[in-house]
């Protein structure tokens, strides 16, 4: 068996949520100046619900991925209304802080209503794995990769062709220009949670037949998926595309021929290594994060 | 400064805390009660501790828990597999978190807030995934084992009451430095830069160092928890350091009220008293937890501590700015 090749396959079907991860980063930092904390559980919540609806109903599979992706979009008004309806100080810091109590509370909500059941799905393209140069790649990384492309290439028409993309990205350079044209703070940060919710959500359905979800396997994916868009640039589109692929890639390379145990440990050396060189990331130079 | 007035005495937090620990175990009197209060002053020093940081200097660190098992598993791998004097392994804990601390803030504190506290995260997460993995030093998921008693000059300190008066004695003399330190000079510059950092910087705050400092502080404060937590269970296990911890240090000291000298009290006791919660009401305490942390973040930034101080006010007294700057710049 190729290990090589192996190890590419493992590494880019695990990077692929990793990059949908990082781009939610993104897309809410660029909107409110945040970190959302609770960006790992909306794959949790995705693949939990996916999973739910699977086991109870027997749809088709398409209708689960359904229901993924529109528990996604009420994730993402919930954490709107709970970080922005508050408090008149809107802190990119306490956004950042108050996002950490919601996604405890999340956690603790699916622990409830699952009773610490995991849950899986089938794999969306088929059982068989394909051979591929003497190596064995899951049909479900030829799916991951593809939503990856899809959504990276949906975003950015929706970012540079829409009236709201163009709105939100004026808001990531200057939200006050922004409000005081007459959108107001909670319409960019209901949609900029919405779409970082469902690109979740979306990662978390398809990480759900490659490895079961449970109330627990949120929190871990999102501060790797932090990392990922940090090594990219935050709020780069393409970087955290391409951070959330290499930071699969280098785990997948470490599990595979260093030790397992330490492969949960690349992520957030990576992410060291970027914040203290590199802060605003390897493609980006625009925005000061160093005081 | 004119002459202070005359003012009604009231209970200072070292008071209060002094009164608390040494009524508690007066009231409490099972091994049972004393496993709590013990946490309780494991708590209170971790939460004391982050209050340098998180509180006084205003940069959230997630790092706590990460110092916190630092000490821990320093003074059990000196005591049980070195056969360091379980004395000399206690003070070593906060030796090495004080140190971890330093080079980890060295690093880090030059970054924005935010920044900041996404890269204590990342360190107090590798720290956690070495003490997990590690498995020929730490003993790994199975934990650490075969922690010998503490003794000093010769006086075995084991068993639930003498263990108790330590960390007691600890955790008062953390928060009587603590108290002082909020006073001193220092102290009101580090609170001057929490406020507003181009007024502190201005007025000749040195912002890095005086940052390094209070970091170092907490680290050392959780070196001290971790190794009293070590030789306390004469057992170390990882999953007590994870970022679950880390989380309840923050949320702990923001509810209690980050920044003021009653907060980590209030939030030692409040974490103490969902731990004995989370024992019977798996999950739900949880839920609690993260929903109170939401609103208290944001509708009452200053915690239960910012919210007594509004409601009753100390006479004579005034923003914090104000009686910060005094005396920095000179």
Redesign the interface.
């Not at chain 2, 993260?290 to 609103?295: A, I, P, R, T, Y």
């Given at each position: 068996m190729n290990l090589l090749l192996q190890v590419v396959f493992a590494g880019l079907s695990v990077g692929a949520v990793y990059a949908l991860v990082a781009v939610g980063f993104g897309v809410v930092a660029n909107g409110t100046g945040a970190v959302n904390f609770a960006q790992g559980e909306y794959v949790m919540v995705g693949g939990v619900v996916a999973g739910v609806v699977h086991e109870v109903w027997h749809p088709p599979l398409p209708v689960s991925v359904l229901c993924a992706v529109a528990a996604g979009v009420v994730a993402g008004l919930v954490t709107e209304l709970a970080v922005s309806r508050f408090s008149g100080a809107r802190s990119a810091e306490i956004i950042t802080i108050a996002t950490i109590g919601l996604a405890v509370a999340l956690k603790a909500a699916v622990l409830l209503l699952t009773d610490r059941k995991t849950y899986g799905l089938p794999h969306f393209l088929g059982e068989r794995p394909l051979r591929v140069g003497g190596a064995v790649a899951d049909t479900q990384t030829l799916w991951n990769l593809a939503v990856v492309f899809v959504v990276a290439v949906g975003l950015s028409l929706f970012f540079r062709r829409t009236r709201q993309g163009t709105i939100l990205r004026a808001a990531a350079d200057d939200p006050e220009v922004v409000t005081s044209l007459g959108v107001p703070f909670h319409s960019v940060a209901r949609w900029v949670f919405v779409i970082a919710a469902v690109l979740g959500a979306l990662g978390g359905a398809g990480l759900a037949p490659l490895s079961v979800m449970s109330y627990e396997s949120g929190t871990l994916l999102g501060l790797k998926g932090f990392a990922a868009a940090m090594l990219g640039g935050l709020g780069n589109l393409y970087g955290a595309v391409i951070g959330g692929l290499v930071i699969g890639l280098v785990e997948a390379a470490v599990a595979g021929y260093g030790s397992a145990a330490y492969g949960d440990a690349v992520a957030f050396v990576i992410l060291l290594i970027i914040l203290f060189t590199r802060p605003t990331g390897l493609f980006s130079q625009r925005k000061v994060v160093r005081v | 400064m004119a002459v202070s007035r005359i003012r009604r005495w009231r209970p200072t937090t070292p008071v209060i805390t002094a009164v608390l620990l040494a009524a508690m175990p007066l009231i409490f009197i099972s091994d049972f009660a004393r496993a709590i209060q013990l946490r309780f002053c494991v708590m209170l020093l971790l939460l004391t501790g982050l209050n340098f940081i998180n509180g006084y200097a205003r940069m959230?660190s997630l790092a706590q828990a990460g110092f916190y098992g630092l000490g821990a598993y320093t003074a059990g791998i000196l005591a049980a597999r070195l056969d360091v004097p379980p004395a000399l392994a206690f003070v070593a804990a906060p030796v090495l978190a004080t140190v971890a601390a330093l080079v980890i803030g060295a690093?880090?504190l030059?970054?924005?807030?935010?920044?900041f506290?996404?890269?204590t995260?990342?360190?107090g997460?590798?720290l956690y995934?070495?003490f997990g993995?590690m498995?020929g030093v730490t003993g790994g998921p199975n934990g650490l084992l075969g922690i010998p008693a503490l003794s000093v000059a010769g006086i075995e300190i084991s068993g639930p009451l003498p263990m108790y008066v330590l960390a007691a004695v600890l955790a008062l003399l953390g928060v009587v430095v603590a108290y002082n330190f909020e006073r001193s000079r220092a102290g009101r510059a580090l609170r001057a830069l929490g406020a507003s950092?181009p007024a502190a910087v201005a007025s000749g705050v040195r912002a890095f160092r005086l940052r390094l400092f209070a970091f170092a502080l907490s680290g050392c404060y959780a070196g001290v928890a971790g190794a009293l937590e070590t030789f306390d269970a004469t057992f170390v296990s990882p999953s007590s350091f994870g970022?679950l911890t880390a989380?309840l240090c923050?949320?702990g000291l923001?509810v209690g009220g980050a920044g003021r000298a009653a907060g980590p009290l209030i939030g030692a006791a409040l974490l103490t008293a969902l731990d004995e919660l989370g024992t019977e009401y798996a999950?739900?305490e949880?839920?609690i937890?993260?929903?109170?942390?939401?609103?208290v973040?944001?509708?009452f930034?200053g915690g239960v501590a910012g919210a007594a101080g509004a409601r009753w006010p100390r006479r004579g007294a005034r923003p914090a700015v104000a009686r910060a700057t005094e005396g920095s710049a000179s």
């Open positions: - | 959230s690093a880090s030059r970054l924005r807030a935010t920044y506290t996404m890269a995260l990342g360190a997460y590798i995934i070495l993995r498995t950092e970022f989380v923050v949320v923001t999950g739900y949880m839920l937890v993260g929903l109170v942390f939401l609103v973040v944001q509708a930034p």
